[in-house]
């Protein structure tokens, strides 16, 4: 059964480094793509990055500076790591994955909601 | 990066009613297009890919089309568990990029 699980702090400090992981299982992370989007209260759904299965990455242009994806093959893991938080950073952060640009995102996580407040 | 302009933005209309959706591409994206529903507090489901394409498990209400660089999301006959917030995305070119988003509602 394929599975995606994000994991991480539910607050963060603002200027601080958020963390999370995607823990996936029924899959593997050397054929399969995985993508972070994340969704701001109330608001539409924004694409931020992705791992590909060969561990090559992109970024959206407005976070490239503050934000890196890596993996950990072996253990099923995806971390997301952003640093200099801010309060437009509070969203619910979502991993999903696909296969190739047409078959995309047919998974997804629950979600991490991610609060940024001192 | 490339603009996908979603319409209209809530939508009310009827239990049994024909729904439409619409995306507009500021650049060719050939089929690269799918389509979300996302209810309350959940995740986004796929609902259709590659632009005309039913995900599995989705139900045969809901279709996709495409003319030129307008794209649609269609369900023939509104249902109840239809309600929730629909979100197309573009896929062809990094940035991937959402549309804004349509709230449908029950009239």
């Known amino acids: 059964q394929v599975q995606l699980k994000e994991s991480g702090p539910g607050l963060v400090q603002p200027s601080q480094t958020l963390s999370l992981t995607c823990t996936v299982a029924g899959f593997s992370l050397t054929s399969y793509n995985v993508h972070w989007v994340r969704q701001p209260p109330g608001k539409g759904l924004e694409w931020m990055g992705v791992i590909w299965n060969t561990g090559g990455t992109r970024y959206n242009s407005a976070l490239k500076s503050r934000l890196s994806i890596s993996k950990d093959t072996s253990k099923s893991q995806v971390f997301l790591k952003m640093n200099s938080l801010q309060t437009e950073d509070t969203a619910t952060y979502y991993c999903a994955r696909d296969l190739t640009r047409v078959d995309v995102m047919d998974a997804w996580g629950q979600g991490a909601s991610v609060t940024v407040s001192s | ?107």
């Not at chain 2, 394409?53 to 089309?65: C, D, E, I, M, T």
């Not at chain 2, 309600?83 to 896929?91: E, G, P, R, T």
Request: one cysteine or more; charged letters at 20%.
């Open chain 2, 1 to 107: 990066d490339i603009q996908m302009t979603q319409s209209p933005s809530s939508l009310s209309a009827s239990l049994g009613d024909r729904v439409t959706i619409t995306c507009r591409a500021s650049q060719d994206i050939g089929n690269y297009l799918t389509w979300f529903q996302q209810k309350p507090g959940k995740s986004p489901r796929r609902m259709i890919y590659g632009a005309t394409n039913l995900a599995a498990g989705v139900p045969s209400r809901f279709s996709g089309s495409r003319s030129g660089s307008d794209y649609s999301l269609t369900i023939s006959s509104l249902e109840s568990e239809d309600v929730a917030d629909y979100h197309c995305l573009q896929s062809i070119q990094y940035p991937f990029t959402f549309g804004s988003g349509t709230k449908l509602e029950i009239k």
